[in-house]
Structure formats: C-alpha cells, structure tokens
C-alpha cells in the first residue's frame, strides 16, 4: 500500500533555531498535510497544501507541495519551547478521503 | 477540539473480552473514521464512515468492527481483545465541501487501551 517516509524520526534542537523536515512517497499525492500532536492529545491540522509548488506559511511555520507532488517539507523558524511535540505529515490521493499518514517527527527544544 | 469527544478516554481489559469506544461529534460532518496510533507506525486507519450505515474497512481493520446508527456517533468494537490490540485509538472528521473537495481530518484526544 502507499507509504510515506517521513525523516528525520526525532530532533534534539536549542531554542531559537531553525527546524526542518520532510515527507517523501512513491506516490502521487493531491494534498499533503502537516499536523502537531502534542502529548496526551489527538493531531492537530497546522497547514494544508492542495497545489504543486504551493508555499504556505502559518505563523512561523512554513509548508511547501513539492512540484513532483510525491514530497513535502515543513519548516519552523525560531523554535520556541512549546514547539515540542510530534509532527506528522499526510498525504491522500486523487478524489480521496483517505489520508495516509507518515510515522511522525519528535522534536525536542531545549530552553 | 473540533467538537469531538472520545470515551472512555482510558481503558484496562482483560484479553478475551468485548470492546467498545465511542466518538461523538457536534460538527454534523459526513465522513468518521477510526485509527490507531502505535510507535513506529503513525496513524492507521481501521475503519471509517462516510454516512449513516455506511462504512468501509481501512488498512487494519482486522479484529474491530464499527456502527453508525446517527450521524453523530460512531462507534468501534473490539469483539473480543487480544494483547496486540493495545494502543491509542484516535476519532477523526472530515466533510465535503460543495465542490467535492473534501476538507482535513480534524482529531479527538484519543482512547488510551491497554489489553491486559
């Protein structure tokens, strides 16, 4: 069945720095989505992308659709404490409603 | 959270013995779906709804059978739980715009199961 890498698993960064991370698939994909869970709760939407090549930023973080649409990053600029968590990557195909979800990347800030 | 809760919020069992979580939403959104979320794998989807009655297997739907007899609720059962069944249980929404597209899921904050 489709899959997605999602890398890297975890991140140990300091405050103030700038994170990154990605999502690859085999597959096509017509939106891709990033969502943040934190812990003890369900995952929470933080950006939707539903065009090749789209760029869209949400506060201080940003979201890009790769143009091949089999790929998708998302950057946080200037990493604050409460940006710990795990983030999850999505992607769900032509017509669908099924979304598949990468295994998620744990980020860890320290003060 | 979207207008969704989940209950119980936790649970021990015994193996062997019948299952069954609730969602509920207050959005009257269309589409439901069950998953689970284990170390490693991310969410994995079990079941979902895209009506009243009608639902649909997802990729490991084995072992867990659901209902939806109101648009409101959704429910998942384990009919009778095994050790491997242990894990978070998370209720997702979704709806259909009137252009067909279909919006991102929006989560509960989970069922903790542990099958002792």
């Known amino acids: 069945g489709q899959q997605l890498n999602q890398s890297p698993q975890s991140m140990f960064i300091q405050e103030g720095e700038d994170v990154s991370m990605n999502c690859t698939s085999s597959?096509?994909?017509?939106?891709w989505l990033w969502y943040k869970q934190d812990p003890g709760e369900g995952p929470v939407l933080l950006i939707a992308?539903?065009?090749?090549?789209e760029l869209t930023s949400n506060g201080r973080l940003t979201a890009q659709f790769g143009i091949t649409r089999k790929d998708s990053f998302l950057n946080i600029s200037a990493s604050i404490p409460s940006d710990v968590g795990i983030y999850f990557c999505?992607?769900?195909?032509?017509?669908?409603?099924?979304?598949?979800f990468g295994a998620g990347t744990r980020l860890f800030v320290k003060a | 959270d979207a207008g969704i809760t989940q209950s119980p919020r936790h649970k021990v069992t015994e193996t062997g013995t019948p299952v069954t979580l609730r969602c509920h939403q207050t959005e009257n959104h269309r589409y439901m779906y069950w998953y689970r979320q284990d170390p490693g794998h991310g969410l994995r989807l079990i079941h979902y709804?895209?009506?009243?009655?009608?639902?649909d297997k997802g990729e490991v739907s084995d072992g867990y059978s659901v209902s939806r007899s109101k648009t409101e609720d959704f429910l998942l059962t384990l009919e009778s739980a095994t050790s491997s069944q242990t894990s978070v249980y998370f209720c997702?929404?979704?709806?259909?715009?009137?252009?067909?597209?279909?919006?991102?899921?929006?989560f509960g904050d989970g069922t903790r199961l542990s099958i002792l």
């Open positions: 597959s096509i994909f017509n939106t």
């Open positions: 709804s895209y009506g009243v009655k009608d639902t």
């Open positions: 997702a929404i979704s709806e259909v715009l009137v252009n067909g597209v279909n919006q991102p899921q929006h």
């Open positions: 999505a992607g769900r195909g032509a017509g669908g409603f099924k979304t598949i």
């Open positions: 992308l539903y065009k090749a090549g």
